[in-house]
């Protein structure tokens, strides 16, 4: 079954503790994304990556860090410099080429700061 | 840059009843338009999508949209709702290639309806 799977779907941390959210697609796809939600407020992208080895700046980048070592791997990892990182994040992918077009999206992770 | 504006954060609905919910955009270039759908804890499914063509668009599970480019608007219709319609729902744009720059092929969405069928 082809699909973007992201774990743990629930994770908890302490105030001032780094953790990296896992996301795994094996679509076949170049670029991938990472987007946070927030009741209300949609998606914001926080990072996103068109090819192995690269990666971007999203419009909410800050005390968030990514890495692009393989194709079907994109972790991020939420800082303790991110001042509220209470909130839903979810991973997608799409296909590259001249068009890029679908987004599929991972399950999501539930990141709950305590 | 691009935004969206869904007008409506929630849509209560009675069961088997008409549904539009509204979508405006702003860019200043061509656009490409999405609708996802999101169940309680779960990621997105994309119900339709608007590359080029015809303004109306069919998608998934019975609904449809429209786009109207004077309008800048694209808003998700469905005659008859169900009960397991109930969910948020998202509209969505993107950059074309030929208009991208370091937008290219990035998604800004709209902050969400809630959608609500009641029996």
């Known amino acids: 079954d082809g699909g973007i799977t992201q774990s743990p779907k629930y994770l908890f941390r302490k105030e001032g503790q780094n953790v990296t959210l896992s996301c795994e697609q094996n679509l076949n796809h170049d670029a991938m994304y990472w987007y946070r939600q927030d009741p209300g407020q949609g998606l914001r992208l926080i990072y996103y990556s068109q090819i192995v080895n690269d990666f971007q700046k999203g419009d909410i980048a800050e005390g968030y860090s990514v890495s692009r070592e393989k194709k079907e791997s994109f972790p991020l990892t939420v800082t303790s410099a991110q001042k509220n990182p209470t909130a839903f994040y979810l991973c997608a992918s799409s296909s590259s080429g001249t068009i890029k077009l679908t987004q599929f999206f991972g399950p999501g992770t539930r990141l709950t700061v305590l | 840059a691009q935004s969206v504006t869904q007008l409506d954060s929630q849509v209560p609905v009675f069961e088997e009843a008409p549904v539009e919910l509204r979508c405006n955009y702003s860019s200043s270039v061509s656009v490409y338009l999405f609708w996802y759908v999101q169940y309680p804890n779960q990621g997105l499914q994309l119900l339709l999508k608007?590359?080029?063509?015809?303004?109306l668009v069919k998608g998934i599970n019975g609904f449809e949209a429209e786009f109207n480019k004077s309008q800048t608007s694209f808003h998700l219709r469905k005659p008859s709702v169900h009960i397991s319609d109930t969910a948020e729902y998202f509209c969505a744009v993107s950059i074309p290639a030929n208009a991208g720059g370091t937008s290219y092929g990035k998604l800004t969405f709209g902050q969400g309806t809630i959608l609500t069928v009641h029996p």
């Open positions: 608007y590359l080029s063509g015809s303004t």
